[in-house]
């Protein structure tokens, strides 16, 4: 079994900062992309910021320059620090990682059950 926990949501104004963590558990022989997804009311959910094992990032338009997405391969974490925070960044926020249970297996998306994040104008 594979756990995805998810941390740091929360209530923020707008212009604030917030720092979301993800700690993945479980049977893991290695981990591809990490990423946060979000997914705000009544919307689809979407790409917010991804990370390759070997640091390569990519981020959605709408975030670069604010969000700042890293991992620790060795702790098997990844977290996305979210500065200059604006109403339409509300959502649910979730975590994502790709990978490998068994050096045989198929890598596989898992997710986490997702964190809210609200920010008040």
């Known amino acids: 079994q594979v756990q995805l926990a998810e941390s740091g949501g929360g209530m923020v104004q707008a212009g604030g900062s917030l720092r979301l963590s993800c700690a993945v558990s479980?049977?893991?022989?290695?981990?591809?992309?990490m990423g946060w997804y979000r997914q705000p009311p009544g919307k689809q959910r979407e790409l917010v910021a991804a990370?390759?094992?070997?640091?390569?990032?990519n981020y959605a338009d709408s975030v670069k320059g604010r969000f700042a997405i890293s991992r620790d391969n060795a702790k098997n974490t990844v977290d996305l620090q979210m500065n200059s925070l604006k109403p339409e960044d509300a959502a649910v926020y979730y975590c994502?990682?790709?990978?490998?249970?068994?050096?045989?297996?198929?890598?596989?998306?898992?997710w986490g059950q997702g964190t809210q994040v609200t920010v008040s104008a």
């Open positions: 990370i390759t094992s070997g640091g390569s990032t």
């Open positions: 479980g049977r893991i022989f290695s981990i591809n992309a």
């Open positions: 994502s990682a790709n990978l490998k249970q068994q050096r045989w297996s198929v890598p596989s998306d898992y």
